[in-house]
């Protein structure tokens, strides 16, 4: 996969979107992409009294806004001075403008919920309809606490080579470990449902980390077979300490989306950034 031409992360001056602003700039660096800021303001939905205050000098919902996105791009440029760093102000719904300008964009980064998230949930209503429309990767930050750690991808029976492909070139990129993880129930079979044996799953194994090697030579790269009846469960453990862990994305449902029941639960209880191949 080449670098991406430009990585966009959401802003909206919450602790979560400061803390994805940050991850966005290192990582930007490292892939040698620009990176782009974008807030967006609700406020012309909602008046038209957009002005400053009469004699209140930096008033008004326009420059607020402004300082808002400002105060992002501060953050990504304190976090990694070397970012080449731009910033858009948009107006409207955050998942309509971000899914619009992920078009044509090498990652989408998220917090994992800021202002308009639902109370109870781990990830924001936002950050998990991007995670299951936007046409692009999606990176949704909770937690960055081992920024050193290795890289790890879940394969299902497929090898899921667009995950696959994403996680081998961050590895690269980062200059970490590369963990291929794949499932299988403690009886034999897939934990997808596929069904399949020990045998089968090894081969897939070898496989993906013999393509794995091919896309990024530099990288160390290990395999681990785990058996587990729940997939989310198996991963979440294998990406204990991990700097990143990267899956598929699958699913059909209205309720979730397209992006699929074990990503679903993989972002919610994940304790680090999580990027879902959109591939």
Same mark, same amino acid.
């Given at each position: 996969?080449?670098?991406?031409?430009?990585?966009?992360?959401?802003?909206?001056?919450?602790?979560?979107?400061?803390?994805?602003?940050?991850?966005?700039?290192?990582?930007?660096?490292?892939?040698?992409?620009?990176?782009?800021?974008?807030?967006?303001?609700?406020?012309?939905?909602?008046?038209?009294?957009?002005?400053? *205050?009469?004699? *209140? =000098? #930096?008033?008004?919902?326009?420059? @607020?806004? @402004?300082?808002?996105?400002?105060?992002? +791009?501060?953050?990504?440029?304190?976090?990694?001075?070397?970012?080449?760093?731009?910033?858009?102000?948009?107006? #409207? !719904?955050?998942?309509? @403008?971000?899914?619009?300008?992920?078009?044509?964009?090498?990652?989408?980064?998220?917090?994992?919920? #800021?202002?308009?998230?639902?109370?109870?949930?781990?990830?924001?209503?936002?950050?998990?309809?991007?995670?299951?429309?936007?046409?692009?990767?999606?990176?949704?930050?909770?937690?960055? +606490?081992?920024?050193?750690?290795? *890289?790890?991808?879940?394969?299902?029976?497929?090898?899921?080579?667009?995950? !696959?492909?994403?996680?081998?070139?961050?590895?690269?990129?980062?200059?970490?470990? !590369?963990?291929?993880?794949?499932?299988?129930?403690?009886?034999?079979?897939?934990?997808?449902?596929?069904?399949?044996?020990?045998?089968?799953?090894?081969?897939?194994?070898?496989?993906?980390?013999?393509?794995?090697?091919?896309?990024?030579?530099?990288?160390?790269?290990? @395999?681990?077979?785990?058996?587990?009846?729940?997939?989310?469960?198996?991963?979440?453990?294998?990406?204990?300490?991990?700097?990143?862990?990267?899956?598929?994305? +699958?699913?059909?449902?209205?309720?979730?989306?397209?992006?699929?029941?074990?990503?679903?639960?993989?972002?919610?209880? =994940?304790?680090?950034?999580?990027?879902?191949?959109?591939?």
């Amino acid at each position: 996969m080449p670098a991406p031409e430009r990585i966009v992360v959401g802003y909206d001056g919450s602790p979560e979107a400061a803390l994805a602003v940050r991850w966005a700039a290192r990582h930007a660096v490292l892939l040698d992409s620009e990176l782009e800021v974008v807030h967006c303001s609700l406020w012309p939905l909602l008046t038209h009294d957009l002005g400053p *205050v009469k004699g *209140v =000098a #930096g008033s008004g919902l326009q420059h @607020q806004a @402004q300082a808002t996105l400002d105060e992002g +791009k501060a953050e990504a440029l304190a976090a990694e001075p070397r970012t080449t760093v731009q910033g858009s102000l948009l107006y #409207g !719904l955050p998942a309509g @403008q971000l899914r619009r300008i992920a078009e044509n964009v090498g990652m989408l980064v998220l917090g994992s919920r #800021g202002i308009g998230g639902f109370l109870g949930l781990l990830v924001g209503s936002v950050s998990l309809e991007l995670a299951a429309t936007a046409p692009c990767p999606v990176a949704v930050i909770r937690f960055d +606490k081992h920024p050193q750690g290795r *890289v790890v991808v879940g394969v299902d029976s497929s090898g899921s080579p667009g995950a !696959l492909r994403l996680a081998s070139h961050l590895a690269s990129a980062t200059g970490t470990d !590369l963990l291929i993880v794949h499932v299988i129930h403690p009886h034999g079979g897939m934990a997808n449902g596929s069904g399949g044996s020990h045998e089968t799953a090894r081969r897939l194994l070898l496989t993906a980390a013999h393509d794995a090697k091919d896309l990024a030579p530099n990288v160390t790269v290990g @395999q681990s077979l785990a058996q587990d009846a729940s997939v989310p469960r198996a991963l979440l453990n294998a990406s204990r300490g991990a700097a990143l862990v990267v899956v598929g994305s +699958k699913g059909h449902t209205l309720l979730r989306g397209t992006v699929g029941s074990n990503a679903h639960a993989v972002l919610h209880h =994940a304790t680090g950034p999580v990027l879902i191949s959109r591939t």
